[in-house]
């Protein structure tokens, strides 16, 4: 794969950044991630906004401008599309914690990474069976910036490998649902969608393309607070991502929701897929 590195491209072998990078020593860093449809980017210039909005949030200083990043990321599609293959990718946007003289704070402004790999789905009883996920007590720190501090999340989902769930699933000091660990969550009751606010998670760019679709599906979507003790009384459960698109959830620790995949999640699924599909 070629994949964009301290202002060039580069094959594998020679993608490498410094060992004095804030990201190294301090995981002091953001990202975004997102994938092809038909080798073509899905809502780039959104991620490119919320790559944007992490940076700030955490005060980084990019040494390109946005606009230029965009520009970039679609040039590494094009170096790595190949007219034999119709496989899909998946490209990283990083943005490092640059370079420091004492370890602790920069003294160079963030490096531009653009990481390429071949796009790999889940299997498909996974998108028409539902997974599982454990509850895990934590509040991320800045929960609406895409920060490179994955510490909590890598020993969670190593819990949830040991459980056989799929994935695990935030809850704060109440027990309120905020987030998956690499997704946003999304609960059916009464036939209307909720989900819990924007304030305290990340809000994906697959949960805002939720959005509009439920909208024209007429399935009334609600932002609120969600508490662990109400997926009893779920009809259904789903989580989205990037990388999981629209997945069922059959069950949440010892809690099975009602419907492992329910009417509203298939539609929300179904045209999910199919404005993906129109990609061309």
Known sequence: MIHFVKNKFVQDRDAKISVFDLTVLRAYGVFDYLRTYNQKPFHLHDHILRLKKSARLVGLEPRLSFDQIEKIVLNALAKNINSKTKNDLGLKIILTGGQTTDGILPSSRAELLVLTTIFKSYPESYFNQGVKLISWPLTRLLP????????????????AQKEKAFEILYLDGDKNILEAATANFFMVKNKKLYTPPDDKILAGVTRKVIFGLAKKLNIPVFEKQINFNELTQAEEAFITASNKEVLPVRQVDNIKI???????????????????????
Do not use: R
């Not at 999340?153 to 819990?159: R, S």
């Open 258 to 280: 009602k419907n492992n995949f329910g009417p509203i999640t298939e539609k929300i699924q179904k045209a999910f897929f199919d404005l993906a599909g129109k990609l061309e």
């Open 144 to 159: 609406q910036a895409k920060s490179l501090v994955y510490l909590n999340a890598i020993i969670g989902l190593k819990q």
